[in-house]
């Protein structure tokens, strides 16, 4: 087959279904192509190298890569963002037309303005195309807090609607997922694919040094975005009222996001020294900080919507063979329930994470090693990378030749 690709996010950003999914592909046989924007993720400036211009077209790793204009940036402010997304939409809907056709597209969002070209290539060249549904829209835009405004909410779940109806076949990573969009009247195919983690995370948890860092703490690690959506104070009212209970621990924040700043000048004034925050690092980068971890957290705010989704850094941490402290209802806490991987614990509350804490720091070593490796067999079992390229190309073959589910159908 040949596939297009459409992702507003694609590498050197930090994109886990990038070029190594792409590369993954192509190495299945097919010819693989990509249409994305300039890269300015995560912090709303164009990467050294690039410079924006209508059209660039290079090769990365033997995938050509086609990059259209958008406006850069990636901040609280709402408007910016939307410019952002509706110009990638804008110019690759004008890109597609002028590319080879291909057999059939795949689209990972958000955002969702991202399917606007896979529409447009179905609508004048009949090519159908499969949506990766990471996050809900709108319903995520109101659960972070990125848009309130119920007319532009409306039109976007009319435009979100619309894409969805019109697609061959939609991806989704949770039961939650399939069953909110059946609830909301999606009769497009649905398939559960979960997410696998960045191969550098699997290669760098297959080789991880020993703990070195004299601290003796028992440190609890949080990899990733530092945003709204994360509810991360409650991250520093743990640590004060486990520093008040004469609990020794430290909370090792690494990544980026619009919270950082802020984070920062709080736990500084709330907890210091018993929070540390560290710059965003490549994931191949992360080996030292995953060894010197005792506990990987994951925490979404108290949301219905966070219920039905499962954090991408979820397979990360289980990759990685740590124990894992959840902060998530729903999908992620069972996810986490049936590795036998962690402690899950009320989500925006300060005193369930201390008590979660406290009740591993109460383990032996064998029994939270015990965890991590149920956590580790788990993953290599059920979320590899090769497991969940292999279901989304089966998805692209059955979009681009629905005879082949038509005839799956009839056998005996």
């Known amino acids: 087959m040949r596939i297009l690709l459409i992702l507003q996010f694609f590498q050197p950003e930090p994109m886990f279904k990038g070029l190594e999914f792409a590369k993954a592909l192509k190495a299945l046989g097919h010819e693989v192509e990509v249409l994305t924007g300039f890269p300015n993720y995560p912090g709303g400036v164009v990467y050294p190298g690039y410079r924006l ?34 110009s990638f939409a804008l110019s690759s809907s004008l890109l597609v037309l002028f590319q080879k056709k291909p057999d059939v597209v795949y689209v990972y969002t958000p955002p969702m303005t991202a399917a606007l070209p896979a529409v447009v290539l179905r609508m004048f060249r009949k090519v159908p195309y499969v949506v990766d ?30 894409a969805l109806r019109h697609a061959a076949r939609i991806i989704v990573l949770s039961d939650g997922f399939r069953r909110r969009l059946e609830q909301r009247g999606v009769t497009t195919p649905l398939a559960v694919i979960p997410n696998w983690a960045p191969p550098e995370i699997v ?118 063979g740590k124990p894992i402290l959840m902060g998530v209802r729903g999908d992620a806490a069972r996810l986490l329930e ?51 390229v292999a279901a989304i190309a089966e998805e692209l073959k059955l979009a681009a030749d629905p005879g082949t589910a038509d005839a799956s159908r009839d056998d005996p």
């Open 53 to 86: 211009r209508p059209i660039k077209r290079e090769i990365m790793d033997g995938i050509p890569v086609t990059r259209g204009y958008l406006y850069p940036s990636h901040d609280q402010s709402a408007i910016g963002r939307i410019i952002n997304y509706i």
């Open 133 to 162: 549904i990471q996050d809900l829209w709108p319903d995520t835009l109101v659960a972070t807090g990125m848009v309130n405004n119920s007319l532009i909410l409306r039109l976007v779940g009319h435009w979100t609607d619309f």
């Open 203 to 320: 290669s760098a948890a297959g080789n991880l040094p020993k703990r070195h860092e004299d601290d003796a703490r028992f440190r609890v690690l949080f990899a990733g975005n530092m945003g709204n959506a994360q509810g991360l104070d409650i991250v520093i009212e743990a640590a004060k009222l486990l520093e008040q209970r004469g609990v020794s621990v430290r909370f090792d924040m690494i990544g980026g996001g619009v919270e950082v700043e802020r984070l920062t000048k709080a736990a500084s004034a709330s907890a210091p020294g018993a929070i540390r925050f560290h710059s965003a690092r490549h994931p191949a980068d992360m080996g030292e900080m995953f060894a010197n971890a005792d506990a990987l957290l994951v925490h979404l705010r108290a949301d219905p919507l966070f219920e039905i989704t499962i954090p991408s850094k979820t397979q990360a941490y289980l990759a990685i």
């Open 338 to 388: 049936e590795a036998r991987a962690g402690l899950a614990f009320e989500p925006d509350s300060p005193v369930a994470l201390a008590d979660a804490v406290c009740t591993m720091i109460g383990m032996s070593l064998d029994e939270r090693n015990l965890m991590g490796r149920a956590g580790k067999a788990f993953y290599q079992a059920k979320l590899t990378f090769d497991i969940g």
